[in-house]
């Protein structure tokens, strides 16, 4: 095996890997000094290659399979990104900027360390094209990227290598995916699947060794991952998917994670939220929003038909939060009511346990700092559960959901407003003795105008002091708050 080094430093290198046929993968020598050791991460994409089992996957468990834009929210812990954050290493270590304990040295320059970095990017997606270019192949490359980055560089590696598992990616993406991803616990029936595939097997036969239902078919490649989260449901409802699946693949990946989201709560809400999620909007944001209430509506409608000592039995301390909240139902959830009318149900839910909060006395505690004005905008701390409510539900975001981090002392969140009109939410959270800006967000959890940000900003570093309350007893937290969108969304 030839290998052709393209750079060099002190104590690491990136370089293609080489034969008779030609450039076959790329790797990069991590360097030692801020980084721990470890292995090189090797980039091998050539089919023939692969076969052979000449593949180091390093820390990597991921790939984009193309070079890496400028916003890596999504790109992180891919190998490209591995590949990228090798290189800027080794150029900073070259140029004497850190010392072996990681600290700063006397060389050390901001502008010329991100002038490193920036180059670094553009070096490893230079590579990583030219690799890409003359080492993948490229109809096993485009059926990859259909998938999600998680489950693209097992989807590249078995089509690349096999006609037979290209043919299930193309017929059916779900089970192929399933079956790659459950490979790696060693199960017998996953090894048996994979091998009946190579067979020929009937695409039933192999779906049936693996619990996954044929109807699952009409998954798209994007959606793979949504669906896993729901198959158990899916396999109980097929009729589901034949009557309410859409037609699109961002449509299907939001009733997928809708029907994941009301899941939590079960039942007959499960189902009725397959049958409405479509018609719930056209934002991934909007929809997890709305089910953020309802469902923290429709369950304390099951507490309140459930009798008291059964709740109590499974819900344990939390059962009197649970049960404070189901007081206030007067109409209980039944899944034959319409979208309109449990949407407003539970409107009138929240406002009464909001309001309710507010007369039985559960203030916040005294605002981290007071409100005030600058550039234009009014900056306004949110001091009870009411208003927390309300300013969620007038910016269409599910900050309501906070109210227990605001009263434990995490977090403390800011109505931003222009002319008496909101604009947009801010949350604070704590940096010891100090307060940084976190979240900073418009109507329907959009971003928002930079000017915003920076008229935050400057309100912020015009405090001089701020008051952090001491947390209140554990079990004071309320854990009959339902939100759980965290992953998902940040309001």
């Given at each position: ?101 990681g600290e700063k040295t006397a060389s050390y320059d901001r502008r010329k360390y991100w002038g490193l970095i920036s180059q670094a990017a553009r070096i490893a997606n230079s590579l990583i094209g030219q690799l890409i270019e003359e080492a993948a192949d ?237 550039n234009g905008y009014e900056i306004i701390p949110i001091t009870n559960g009411a208003d927390l409510y309300r300013e969620g539900k007038a910016m269409h975001h599910c900050v309501g959901t906070y109210g227990d981090r605001v009263s434990y002392g995490e977090i403390y969140v800011y109505s931003v407003r222009e002319n008496g009109e909101r604009i947009a939410t801010a949350e604070l959270t704590r940096n010891g003795a100090r307060v940084r800006l976190g979240q ?52």
């Amino acid at each position: 095996m030839n290998v052709f080094t393209l750079g060099s430093t002190n104590s690491g290198r990136i370089e293609f890997l080489r034969d008779g046929k030609g450039i076959y993968g790329l790797m990069v020598a991590r360097p030692r000094g801020r980084r721990h050791d470890v292995r090189p991460i090797s980039f091998v994409l050539r089919p023939d290659k692969i076969r052979a089992g000449e593949i180091d996957d390093g820390l990597s468990f991921r790939a984009a399979l193309h070079p890496l834009p400028r916003r890596l929210h999504l790109f992180k812990q891919t190998t490209e990104y591995n590949l990228r954050c090798a290189l800027g290493a080794a150029m900073v270590e070259r140029a004497g900027m850190f010392s072996d304990n990681g600290e700063k040295t006397a060389s050390y320059d901001r502008r010329k360390y991100w002038g490193l970095i920036s180059q670094a990017a553009r070096i490893a997606n230079s590579l990583i094209g030219q690799l890409i270019e003359e080492a993948a192949d490229k109809d096993a490359l485009r059926l990859a990227r259909r998938f999600p980055i998680r489950e693209r560089a097992q989807i590249y590696r078995a089509v690349s290598t096999s006609i037979r598992f290209r043919q299930l990616a193309e017929t059916f993406p779900y089970l192929a995916a399933h079956i790659l991803r459950m490979l790696g616990t060693k199960e017998v029936r996953f090894c048996e699947a994979y091998n009946m595939v190579e067979r020929g097997a009937p695409l039933r036969d192999v779906a049936n060794i693996c619990d996954v239902p044929i109807v699952l078919r009409k998954i798209p490649p994007g959606a793979v991952i949504a669906a896993n989260r729901v198959q158990s449901f899916l396999s109980d409802h097929p009729d589901f998917i034949h009557a309410y699946l859409p037609r699109t693949q961002p449509a299907i990946r939001r009733w997928l994670l809708a029907i994941s989201y009301a899941n939590q709560i079960g039942g007959p809400f499960t189902e009725w939220t397959a049958r409405h999620a479509a018609d719930m909007g056209n934002r991934l944001i909007e929809v997890a929003s709305l089910l953020s209430d309802l469902r923290d509506w429709a369950r304390a409608s099951y507490i309140a038909s459930t009798p008291a000592h059964i709740v109590q039995a499974i819900n344990g301390n939390a059962f009197l939060s649970d049960r404070a909240g189901a007081k206030y139902i007067t109409r209980q959830f039944d899944p034959g009511m319409s979208l309109s009318t449990v949407i407003q149900l539970s409107e009138e839910w929240h406002e009464a346990v909001a309001n309710g909060e507010h007369e039985n006395g559960r203030e916040f505690p005294e605002p981290w700092c007071p409100a005030g004005s600058v550039n234009g905008y009014e900056i306004i701390p949110i001091t009870n559960g009411a208003d927390l409510y309300r300013e969620g539900k007038a910016m269409h975001h599910c900050v309501g959901t906070y109210g227990d981090r605001v009263s434990y002392g995490e977090i403390y969140v800011y109505s931003v407003r222009e002319n008496g009109e909101r604009i947009a939410t801010a949350e604070l959270t704590r940096n010891g003795a100090r307060v940084r800006l976190g979240q900073v967000r418009g109507p329907c959890n959009a971003n928002v105008d930079k000017k915003i940000v920076v008229g935050v900003r400057r309100w912020l570093g015009q405090q001089k002091s701020f008051v952090f309350p001491a947390p209140p007893e554990p079990q004071s937290r309320d854990p009959g708050c339902v939100s759980g969108l965290d992953d998902e969304i940040p309001f």
